[in-house]
């Protein structure tokens, strides 16, 4: 016989947990059980007036927003909604079954006032980090960096050249893109190179690298420890490869003076291979860059390569291969210090003009003046340990493909730099907490098979 609900829902009074309605396997368990906000109430009491009606709970935001980024619930008033309707979600920003939830527009204003006057999200990031440190996850024996495109929040028509007069109004009356971009503009006097500057968000750099139509975008730059792929710091910047390279020397620093951390091997691609952030590696950091050379010395029309040159050190000259010898010219050193020129008499009489110099008087080349730190990089490219480094890179390209499909960073929803900081940071924190806890999960899972 068919059964059929009764449609009766006559209980006024039953006992209801969510303890009970959460499973014992749910992400969020393994979340929350690392994630302690005991300190974050301390942290914060200064931006808070002694007096007047009592505020949201900064330890509830917090947590609703680690939630959204979590599970990709971009949008503020979507995830107020989510919180409302979800058990789960409930249990884990501790709220009960008739607590209130707050109004999405409160978010706005927190995250562009006091959270971010103290710095909440960082601070959120570092105590993450401690506890996978804590866990054994991060090794600190070697970092990779990579840096990834995210669309900014604007529209491509609303945009100028560079190079126009453009007239902001009063800054006062600006929005807050507008007002962080000039305000950062004057304390640097150095605009970003950019063709197109958008009129909504300034700061956001105008590109085509994905190959396709150009757009306004952010870079997000990851420093990630290779031995549980846990983040260790995160930055944004501009789209351009030097913006890049210094975010990564920045977050090595913060890293090293936070937390005490320096690893022995830095992984890269190409952008990290130029002379200047090598010359930083080796003789300043004493890290050894696991990262292929920027080399645009390879010839292709045939002639010699400056490898085919052997560099002289003791006595600071090239030997060619005809045996003569490239010094630096006491004219030439006032000018460029680092370029080595053979003798016009003895190229004009070599047998080898053809295959070495046919279009000049003479050979000249220009050495690097870090070319000693570039040598080490290319003798570590043709180690063992450079090609597992190379396989071990996959894993910053892992989180950024988590980063945009799971968790549908694709695109940005604040703007400006300080709006593109907090994105990333909750962003990573997310990962690494989701990192921590699927570890712990398929640990427990273990213990469970193993016999008492």
Not at 120 to 128: D, G, N, Q, S
Not at 231 to 246: C, H, L, R
Request: charged share 30%; with cysteine.
């Amino acid at each position: 016989m068919m059964g059929q609900q009764s449609g009766i829902q006559e209980q006024l009074f039953f006992c209801f947990s969510l303890e009970n309605h959460v499973p014992k396997d749910h992400l969020l368990r393994g979340i929350n059980r690392f994630l302690d906000l005991g300190d974050f109430r301390q942290q914060l009491a200064e931006y808070y007036s002694p007096i007047g009606r009592p505020s949201i709970d900064p330890e509830l935001m917090i947590r609703m927003l680690i939630l959204g980024y979590c599970f990709g619930i971009r949008s503020e008033r979507r995830l107020c909604e989510e919180v409302h309707l979800n058990l789960a979600y409930r249990w884990f920003c501790k709220l009960d079954l008739e607590d209130a939830i707050p109004d999405h527009s409160t978010f706005s204003k927190n995250r562009h006032g006091r959270f971010r006057e103290s710095q909440a999200f960082r601070k959120v990031f570092e105590h993450v980090l401690r506890r996978c440190m804590t866990e054994g996850l991060v090794g600190g024996e070697g970092f990779a960096t990579d840096a990834s495109i995210i669309k900014a929040d604007v529209k491509q028509q609303r945009r100028v050249a560079s190079d126009s007069d453009i007239d902001w109004g009063d800054p006062d009356q600006a929005t807050r893109p507008i007002r962080e971009y000039l305000a950062a503009l004057e304390e640097t006097n150095d605009p970003q190179p950019t063709k197109e500057i958008s009129l909504t968000d300034p700061a956001a750099s105008w590109t085509a690298a994905a190959g396709g139509f150009p757009f306004f975008a952010y870079s997000v730059n990851y420093l990630v420890d290779l031995q549980a792929g846990i983040i260790v710091d995160v930055d944004a910047s501009a789209v351009n490869k030097t913006a890049e390279t210094e975010a990564t020397q920045t977050m090595i620093e913060r890293v090293e003076d936070t937390f005490g951390l320096k690893p022995e091997r830095l992984v890269g691609d190409t952008n990290y291979g130029t002379a200047t952030i090598l010359g930083w590696l080796v003789d300043e950091k004493q890290i050894a860059p696991h990262v292929p050379v920027w080399d645009k010395s390879e010839r292709k029309d045939g002639t010699f390569n400056r490898a085919e040159f052997t560099f002289d050190a003791e006595n600071n000259r090239y030997i060619c291969p005809a045996g003569k010898l490239l010094k630096t010219a006491w004219r030439s050193k006032q000018k460029n210090p680092y370029r080595y020129r053979a003798s016009q008499l003895d190229c004009q009489t070599c047998r080898l003009k053809e295959q070495c110099c046919p279009n000049m008087t003479q050979r000249n080349i220009d050495r690097s003046p870090h070319e000693s730190a570039r040598d080490v990089a290319r003798a570590i490219g043709k180690t063992d340990a450079y090609k597992q480094s190379s396989k071990e890179r996959k894993k910053v390209e892992m989180l950024f493909a988590h980063l945009k499909r799971i968790l549908r960073l694709d695109k940005l929803r604040l703007r400006g730099f300080n709006g593109a900081r907090d994105e990333f940071l909750l962003a990573a924190t997310a990962q690494n907490l989701r990192r921590m806890a699927k570890i712990w999960a398929i640990n427990e899972k273990e213990a469970q098979l193993i016999p008492a």
